[in-house]
Protein backbone atom coordinates (compact mmCIF):
# COMPACT_ATOMS: atom_id res chain seq x y z
CA UNK A 1 0.00 0.00 0.00
CA UNK A 2 1.15 3.15 -0.84
CA UNK A 3 1.54 6.36 1.96
CA UNK A 4 0.52 9.92 1.16
CA UNK A 5 1.90 12.15 3.29
CA UNK A 6 -0.08 15.42 3.52
CA UNK A 7 -0.12 18.74 4.51
CA UNK A 8 3.27 19.10 5.83
CA UNK A 9 6.08 21.78 5.76
CA UNK A 10 8.55 20.04 3.46
CA UNK A 11 11.90 21.40 4.43
CA UNK A 12 14.49 20.69 1.71
CA UNK A 13 16.93 21.71 -0.76
CA UNK A 14 16.78 25.33 0.68
CA UNK A 15 13.40 25.56 0.43
CA UNK A 16 10.09 25.22 3.62
CA UNK A 17 6.96 24.92 1.78
CA UNK A 18 3.17 22.81 1.92
CA UNK A 19 3.23 19.82 0.41
CA UNK A 20 3.08 16.81 0.11
CA UNK A 21 5.02 13.11 -0.10
CA UNK A 22 3.76 9.80 -1.78
CA UNK A 23 5.78 6.95 -0.13
CA UNK A 24 5.59 3.89 -2.78
CA UNK A 25 7.44 0.43 -0.52
CA UNK A 26 11.00 1.92 0.03
CA UNK A 27 11.05 5.10 -2.56
CA UNK A 28 9.63 7.98 -2.46
CA UNK A 29 7.66 8.33 -5.49
CA UNK A 30 6.40 12.04 -5.82
CA UNK A 31 6.63 15.67 -3.92
CA UNK A 32 3.83 17.96 -4.76
CA UNK A 33 3.83 21.15 -3.33
CA UNK A 34 0.42 22.61 -2.77
CA UNK A 35 -2.18 19.81 -3.02
CA UNK A 36 -1.10 16.09 -3.88
CA UNK A 37 -2.86 14.66 -6.92
CA UNK A 38 -6.22 12.90 -6.22
CA UNK A 39 -5.85 9.57 -4.27
CA UNK A 40 -8.00 8.22 -7.37
CA UNK A 41 -5.11 9.48 -9.65
CA UNK A 42 -2.19 8.09 -7.77
CA UNK A 43 -2.87 4.30 -8.52
CA UNK A 44 -3.33 1.26 -5.91
CA UNK A 45 -4.81 1.47 -2.75
CA UNK A 46 -3.13 4.80 -0.95
CA UNK A 47 -3.68 5.18 2.95
CA UNK A 48 -3.36 9.00 3.66
CA UNK A 49 -0.91 11.04 6.77
CA UNK A 50 -2.51 14.03 7.61
CA UNK A 51 0.66 15.93 8.90
CA UNK A 52 -0.41 19.46 8.91
CA UNK A 53 1.39 21.55 11.47
CA UNK A 54 4.26 19.36 11.17
CA UNK A 55 7.85 19.72 9.79
CA UNK A 56 8.81 17.30 7.11
CA UNK A 57 12.36 16.63 6.54
CA UNK A 58 15.09 14.50 5.12
CA UNK A 59 16.22 11.28 7.12
CA UNK A 60 19.30 12.41 9.22
CA UNK A 61 22.70 11.17 8.22
CA UNK A 62 25.21 10.69 11.27
CA UNK A 63 28.47 9.96 9.88
CA UNK A 64 30.19 10.24 13.33
CA UNK A 65 28.98 7.28 15.96
CA UNK A 66 29.92 4.91 18.27
CA UNK A 67 28.00 2.75 18.67
CA UNK A 68 30.31 0.14 20.69
CA UNK A 69 29.49 -3.08 18.68
CA UNK A 70 30.92 -5.71 19.32
CA UNK A 71 32.83 -5.15 22.09
CA UNK A 72 31.01 -3.31 24.62
CA UNK A 73 27.60 -4.42 24.86
CA UNK A 74 27.48 -2.53 28.78
CA UNK A 75 27.83 0.53 26.98
CA UNK A 76 25.59 0.11 23.69
CA UNK A 77 24.63 -2.28 20.48
CA UNK A 78 23.70 -1.90 16.90
CA UNK A 79 20.16 -2.72 18.37
CA UNK A 80 19.73 0.00 21.25
CA UNK A 81 21.79 2.73 19.73
CA UNK A 82 20.21 2.44 16.50
CA UNK A 83 16.75 2.54 18.10
CA UNK A 84 17.64 5.83 20.25
CA UNK A 85 18.95 7.09 16.44
CA UNK A 86 15.84 6.48 14.70
CA UNK A 87 13.60 7.71 17.81
CA UNK A 88 15.27 10.92 16.88
CA UNK A 89 15.22 11.44 13.43
CA UNK A 90 18.37 9.58 12.13
CA UNK A 91 18.37 7.36 9.64
CA UNK A 92 21.56 6.41 8.00
CA UNK A 93 24.61 6.08 10.76
CA UNK A 94 28.46 5.40 9.62
CA UNK A 95 29.66 3.74 12.53
CA UNK A 96 33.47 4.60 14.17
CA UNK A 97 36.62 1.32 14.35
CA UNK A 98 37.21 1.68 18.34
CA UNK A 99 35.27 -1.22 19.04
CA UNK A 100 36.59 -4.55 20.39
CA UNK A 101 38.34 -5.86 18.09
CA UNK A 102 39.12 -2.35 16.25
CA UNK A 103 37.89 -2.34 13.27
CA UNK A 104 41.08 -2.38 11.09
CA UNK A 105 40.64 -5.60 8.85
CA UNK A 106 38.67 -6.65 6.47
CA UNK A 107 37.50 -9.39 8.96
CA UNK A 108 36.30 -6.90 11.30
CA UNK A 109 34.91 -5.01 8.93
CA UNK A 110 32.83 -7.77 7.90
CA UNK A 111 32.05 -9.20 11.50
CA UNK A 112 30.30 -5.69 12.36
CA UNK A 113 28.34 -5.27 8.76
CA UNK A 114 26.94 -8.73 10.04
CA UNK A 115 25.91 -7.64 13.17
CA UNK A 116 24.63 -4.07 11.94
CA UNK A 117 22.88 -6.29 9.56
CA UNK A 118 21.10 -8.19 11.89
CA UNK A 119 19.75 -5.57 14.25
CA UNK A 120 20.30 -2.05 13.32
CA UNK A 121 17.00 -0.21 12.93
CA UNK A 122 18.88 2.12 10.52
CA UNK A 123 20.40 2.53 7.33
CA UNK A 124 24.46 1.98 7.84
CA UNK A 125 27.93 1.59 7.06
CA UNK A 126 31.18 1.14 8.69
CA UNK A 127 34.65 3.10 8.76
CA UNK A 128 37.95 1.24 8.84
CA UNK A 129 40.56 2.49 11.31
CA UNK A 130 44.37 3.52 10.31
CA UNK A 131 47.25 1.79 12.07
CA UNK A 132 50.74 2.04 11.64
CA UNK A 133 50.59 -1.87 10.76
CA UNK A 134 47.56 -1.81 7.71
CA UNK A 135 48.12 0.90 5.74
CA UNK A 136 48.86 -1.46 2.51
CA UNK A 137 45.19 -2.65 3.23
CA UNK A 138 44.25 1.05 3.05
CA UNK A 139 46.02 1.79 0.11
CA UNK A 140 43.75 -0.93 -2.05
CA UNK A 141 40.60 -0.14 -0.02
CA UNK A 142 37.42 1.44 -2.48
CA UNK A 143 34.37 3.11 -1.24
CA UNK A 144 32.90 -0.63 -1.98
CA UNK A 145 35.35 -1.74 0.96
CA UNK A 146 34.15 0.37 3.61
CA UNK A 147 32.52 3.83 3.88
CA UNK A 148 35.73 6.13 5.28
CA UNK A 149 38.97 5.61 7.00
CA UNK A 150 39.54 7.29 10.19
CA UNK A 151 42.37 9.01 11.60
CA UNK A 152 43.04 9.22 15.11
CA UNK A 153 45.92 11.57 15.35
CA UNK A 154 45.27 12.20 19.30
CA UNK A 155 44.09 9.72 21.52
CA UNK A 156 41.14 9.03 22.44
CA UNK A 157 38.58 6.22 23.27
CA UNK A 158 40.60 2.92 22.01
CA UNK A 159 44.23 2.60 21.41
CA UNK A 160 43.93 3.81 16.93
CA UNK A 161 46.67 6.12 17.59
CA UNK A 162 48.47 7.04 14.53
CA UNK A 163 50.89 10.40 14.44
CA UNK A 164 54.16 9.68 12.95
CA UNK A 165 54.78 11.83 10.21
CA UNK A 166 55.72 9.51 7.96
CA UNK A 167 53.33 6.90 8.02
CA UNK A 168 50.52 10.38 7.99
CA UNK A 169 52.39 11.67 5.00
CA UNK A 170 52.18 8.03 3.76
CA UNK A 171 48.20 7.20 4.65
CA UNK A 172 47.18 10.81 2.67
CA UNK A 173 49.74 9.85 0.25
CA UNK A 174 47.78 6.67 -0.69
CA UNK A 175 44.73 6.61 0.75
CA UNK A 176 41.72 6.40 -1.99
CA UNK A 177 39.02 6.82 0.07
CA UNK A 178 37.95 10.31 2.47
CA UNK A 179 39.90 10.40 5.44
CA UNK A 180 38.05 11.66 8.43
CA UNK A 181 40.55 12.88 10.81
CA UNK A 182 40.41 13.33 14.80
CA UNK A 183 42.56 15.86 15.17
CA UNK A 184 44.42 16.85 18.15
CA UNK A 185 48.04 16.86 18.94
CA UNK A 186 49.13 13.81 20.86
CA UNK A 187 52.72 15.61 22.59
CA UNK A 188 50.48 18.94 23.47
CA UNK A 189 47.84 16.88 25.34
CA UNK A 190 50.24 14.50 27.07
CA UNK A 191 52.29 17.61 28.25
CA UNK A 192 49.16 19.47 29.65
CA UNK A 193 48.56 16.20 31.28
CA UNK A 194 51.80 16.16 32.97
CA UNK A 195 51.22 19.56 34.06
CA UNK A 196 47.15 19.18 35.75
CA UNK A 197 48.47 15.32 37.35
CA UNK A 198 51.57 17.03 38.90
CA UNK A 199 49.19 19.49 40.39
CA UNK A 200 46.20 17.58 40.77
CA UNK A 201 46.70 13.53 40.67
CA UNK A 202 43.89 11.71 39.79
CA UNK A 203 41.16 13.95 40.71
CA UNK A 204 41.68 16.88 37.78
CA UNK A 205 38.98 19.63 38.12
CA UNK A 206 36.67 18.75 34.89
CA UNK A 207 36.50 22.71 34.47
CA UNK A 208 39.82 21.95 33.68
CA UNK A 209 39.19 19.65 30.49
CA UNK A 210 39.54 22.29 27.75
CA UNK A 211 42.94 23.17 28.90
CA UNK A 212 44.24 19.37 28.88
CA UNK A 213 42.68 19.49 25.62
CA UNK A 214 43.63 22.13 24.18
CA UNK A 215 42.78 24.89 21.44
CA UNK A 216 46.68 24.91 20.51
CA UNK A 217 46.28 21.23 20.56
CA UNK A 218 43.40 20.87 17.93
CA UNK A 219 44.48 23.65 15.96
CA UNK A 220 48.31 22.06 15.80
CA UNK A 221 46.53 18.77 14.33
CA UNK A 222 44.30 20.08 12.16
CA UNK A 223 46.59 22.34 10.41
CA UNK A 224 48.92 19.56 9.66
CA UNK A 225 45.64 17.51 8.27
CA UNK A 226 45.16 20.32 5.97
CA UNK A 227 48.66 20.47 5.16
CA UNK A 228 48.39 17.34 4.03
CA UNK A 229 45.70 16.74 2.41
CA UNK A 230 46.83 19.83 0.15
CA UNK A 231 49.90 18.32 -0.70
CA UNK A 232 49.06 15.08 -2.11
CA UNK A 233 45.10 15.94 -2.75
CA UNK A 234 43.31 13.85 -0.36
CA UNK A 235 39.82 13.82 0.52
CA UNK A 236 39.93 14.83 4.23
CA UNK A 237 36.84 15.39 6.63
CA UNK A 238 37.51 16.80 9.70
CA UNK A 239 35.45 15.63 12.84
CA UNK A 240 34.38 17.19 15.53
CA UNK A 241 35.55 20.73 15.56
CA UNK A 242 35.73 22.69 18.43
CA UNK A 243 37.63 26.06 18.12
CA UNK A 244 37.59 28.99 16.82
CA UNK A 245 40.91 29.67 15.31
CA UNK A 246 40.27 25.98 13.62
CA UNK A 247 38.35 27.54 11.42
CA UNK A 248 40.68 29.56 9.58
CA UNK A 249 41.77 26.70 7.94
CA UNK A 250 38.60 25.97 6.10
CA UNK A 251 36.13 28.01 3.84
CA UNK A 252 32.72 27.60 2.57
CA UNK A 253 32.41 25.26 -0.93
CA UNK A 254 35.64 23.65 -0.28
CA UNK A 255 35.05 20.34 -2.08
CA UNK A 256 38.30 18.18 -0.68
CA UNK A 257 38.87 19.52 2.42
CA UNK A 258 35.66 19.91 4.99
CA UNK A 259 34.83 19.92 8.36
CA UNK A 260 32.01 18.85 10.82
CA UNK A 261 31.25 19.63 14.24
CA UNK A 262 28.85 18.76 16.76
CA UNK A 263 25.55 19.60 18.90
CA UNK A 264 27.54 19.49 22.05
CA UNK A 265 29.88 22.13 20.74
CA UNK A 266 27.13 24.43 19.45
CA UNK A 267 25.13 24.08 22.61
CA UNK A 268 27.24 24.00 26.02
CA UNK A 269 30.58 25.73 27.02
CA UNK A 270 33.33 25.52 29.62
CA UNK A 271 31.19 27.24 31.75
CA UNK A 272 28.76 24.01 31.95
CA UNK A 273 31.88 22.21 33.26
CA UNK A 274 30.35 22.98 36.75
CA UNK A 275 26.78 21.40 36.48
CA UNK A 276 27.72 18.68 33.86
CA UNK A 277 31.07 17.49 35.02
CA UNK A 278 32.08 13.78 33.68
CA UNK A 279 28.94 14.06 31.56
CA UNK A 280 30.54 16.71 29.28
CA UNK A 281 34.18 15.02 29.13
CA UNK A 282 34.47 14.48 25.51
CA UNK A 283 37.44 14.91 22.39
CA UNK A 284 38.11 17.11 21.91
CA UNK A 285 36.75 19.13 24.56
CA UNK A 286 33.80 21.26 24.88
CA UNK A 287 35.44 25.12 25.27
CA UNK A 288 34.79 28.67 25.46
CA UNK A 289 31.54 30.23 25.06
CA UNK A 290 33.50 32.15 21.90
CA UNK A 291 34.09 29.42 20.44
CA UNK A 292 30.52 28.55 20.64
CA UNK A 293 29.60 31.75 19.13
CA UNK A 294 31.95 31.35 15.99
CA UNK A 295 31.17 27.56 15.46
CA UNK A 296 27.34 28.72 15.16
CA UNK A 297 28.59 31.26 12.79
CA UNK A 298 30.35 28.98 10.81
CA UNK A 299 27.68 26.30 10.83
CA UNK A 300 25.30 29.33 9.11
CA UNK A 301 27.79 30.81 6.68
CA UNK A 302 28.87 27.12 5.42
CA UNK A 303 32.52 26.81 6.50
CA UNK A 304 31.53 24.47 8.85
CA UNK A 305 29.67 21.80 6.27
CA UNK A 306 28.17 19.30 8.10
CA UNK A 307 27.06 18.59 11.76
CA UNK A 308 27.14 15.29 13.16
CA UNK A 309 26.93 13.78 16.60
CA UNK A 310 30.20 11.49 17.99
CA UNK A 311 27.81 9.49 19.49
CA UNK A 312 29.56 7.61 22.37
CA UNK A 313 27.82 6.05 25.00
CA UNK A 314 29.48 5.63 28.50
CA UNK A 315 27.64 4.17 31.89
CA UNK A 316 26.98 6.33 34.38
CA UNK A 317 29.35 4.52 36.50
CA UNK A 318 31.97 4.75 34.82
CA UNK A 319 31.65 8.61 34.12
CA UNK A 320 31.08 8.97 37.71
CA UNK A 321 35.31 8.36 38.06
CA UNK A 322 37.69 10.92 39.11
CA UNK A 323 38.98 12.97 35.50
CA UNK A 324 41.97 10.90 34.75
CA UNK A 325 39.64 7.05 34.81
CA UNK A 326 36.05 9.26 33.52
CA UNK A 327 36.24 8.22 29.95
CA UNK A 328 35.63 10.57 27.18
CA UNK A 329 32.24 10.77 25.68
CA UNK A 330 28.76 11.13 25.48
CA UNK A 331 25.47 9.82 24.13
CA UNK A 332 23.64 12.49 21.54
CA UNK A 333 21.65 10.65 18.69
CA UNK A 334 18.78 10.92 20.25
CA UNK A 335 18.40 14.25 20.90
CA UNK A 336 20.45 15.88 18.05
CA UNK A 337 17.85 16.72 15.92
CA UNK A 338 15.72 18.44 18.18
CA UNK A 339 18.57 20.07 19.98
CA UNK A 340 19.55 22.07 16.28
CA UNK A 341 16.10 22.80 15.51
CA UNK A 342 15.47 24.48 18.90
CA UNK A 343 19.29 26.33 17.94
CA UNK A 344 17.06 27.41 15.10
CA UNK A 345 13.82 28.25 16.38
CA UNK A 346 16.16 30.56 18.95
CA UNK A 347 17.39 32.50 15.23
CA UNK A 348 21.32 30.84 15.79
CA UNK A 349 20.54 29.55 12.02
CA UNK A 350 17.76 28.56 9.70
CA UNK A 351 15.80 25.24 9.32
CA UNK A 352 16.63 24.61 6.17
CA UNK A 353 20.72 25.43 7.08
CA UNK A 354 20.15 22.55 9.87
CA UNK A 355 18.46 20.73 7.02
CA UNK A 356 21.36 21.00 4.88
CA UNK A 357 24.10 20.53 7.59
CA UNK A 358 22.50 17.08 8.88
CA UNK A 359 20.62 15.87 5.44
CA UNK A 360 22.10 16.98 2.61
CA UNK A 361 25.88 17.37 3.05
CA UNK A 362 26.48 14.30 4.61
CA UNK A 363 25.32 12.69 1.89
CA UNK A 364 26.96 14.72 -0.90
CA UNK A 365 30.13 14.95 1.12
CA UNK A 366 30.65 11.34 1.10
CA UNK A 367 28.85 10.16 -2.40
CA UNK A 368 25.04 8.38 -0.49
CA UNK A 369 23.53 7.51 -2.90
CA UNK A 370 19.62 8.23 -3.41
CA UNK A 371 19.87 9.47 0.38
CA UNK A 372 19.47 12.93 2.28
CA UNK A 373 16.99 14.21 -0.11
CA UNK A 374 13.43 14.27 -0.44
CA UNK A 375 13.10 13.95 -3.90
CA UNK A 376 11.29 10.87 -6.47
CA UNK A 377 13.59 8.17 -6.62
CA UNK A 378 15.01 8.25 -3.72
CA UNK A 379 14.68 6.11 -0.10
CA UNK A 380 11.94 6.87 1.50
CA UNK A 381 14.36 8.61 4.99
CA UNK A 382 11.99 10.67 6.35
CA UNK A 383 11.13 12.63 9.85
CA UNK A 384 7.97 14.29 10.59
CA UNK A 385 8.74 16.77 13.39
CA UNK A 386 6.17 18.69 15.85
CA UNK A 387 7.57 22.23 16.47
CA UNK A 388 4.78 22.91 18.95
CA UNK A 389 5.67 19.73 21.43
CA UNK A 390 7.32 20.55 24.40
CA UNK A 391 8.76 17.47 26.24
CA UNK A 392 11.06 17.36 29.23
CA UNK A 393 14.48 15.02 28.91
CA UNK A 394 14.61 12.21 31.39
CA UNK A 395 15.93 9.56 32.06
CA UNK A 396 13.25 7.36 31.44
CA UNK A 397 12.40 8.37 28.04
CA UNK A 398 16.22 8.36 27.40
CA UNK A 399 16.82 5.18 24.91
CA UNK A 400 20.59 5.04 24.79
CA UNK A 401 21.36 1.73 26.74
CA UNK A 402 23.35 3.99 29.23
CA UNK A 403 20.54 5.45 30.42
CA UNK A 404 21.11 8.87 30.57
CA UNK A 405 21.70 12.42 28.32
CA UNK A 406 23.73 16.02 29.56
CA UNK A 407 20.07 17.09 28.24
CA UNK A 408 18.53 15.99 31.27
CA UNK A 409 16.19 18.70 32.47
CA UNK A 410 15.67 20.69 29.43
CA UNK A 411 12.47 20.62 27.87
CA UNK A 412 12.76 20.84 24.10
CA UNK A 413 10.39 22.36 21.71
CA UNK A 414 10.19 20.27 18.95
CA UNK A 415 9.51 16.46 19.05
CA UNK A 416 10.01 13.80 16.76
CA UNK A 417 6.53 12.14 15.85
CA UNK A 418 7.39 9.36 13.18
CA UNK A 419 10.72 8.39 11.48
CA UNK A 420 10.03 6.18 8.00
CA UNK A 421 13.69 4.45 7.27
CA UNK A 422 13.24 2.80 3.56
CA UNK A 423 9.42 3.43 3.97
CA UNK A 424 8.91 1.38 7.12
CA UNK A 425 7.33 3.37 9.79
CA UNK A 426 8.39 4.23 13.49
CA UNK A 427 7.12 5.77 16.28
CA UNK A 428 8.52 5.60 19.95
Known sequence: MKLLICSARIVNEGASFEGSVLVDGETIQGVYAG???PVSEIGGEVETLNAAGLLLLPGVIDVHVHFRDPGFP???????ESRAAVAGGVTFVADMPNTLPPTTSLAALQEKNAIAAQHSLANYRCYIGATAGN????????PNDAFAVKLFMGSSTGNLLLNDDKLLSR???ECRLPIVAHCENEAIIRRNTERYTAEYGAAIPFALHPQLRSAEACYTATAQAVALAQKYGARLHVAHLS???ELALFGAGADKITAETCPHYLWFCDDDYAA????LKCNPAVKAA???AALRRAVASGAIAAIATDHAPHTLDEKQNAYLRAPSG?????HSLVAMLELAQQGVFSVETVVERMCHAPARIFGIRSRGFIRAGYAADLVLVNPRAPWLVTSENTLHKCGWSAFAGHTFSHRVTRTFVNGKSFEF
Open 35 to 37: LPP
Open 74 to 80: HKGTWGS
Open 135 to 142: LDLIAKLT
Open 171 to 173: LFA
Open 243 to 245: TAR
Open 276 to 279: KGAL
Open 290 to 292: SDR
Open 330 to 334: LPLIQ
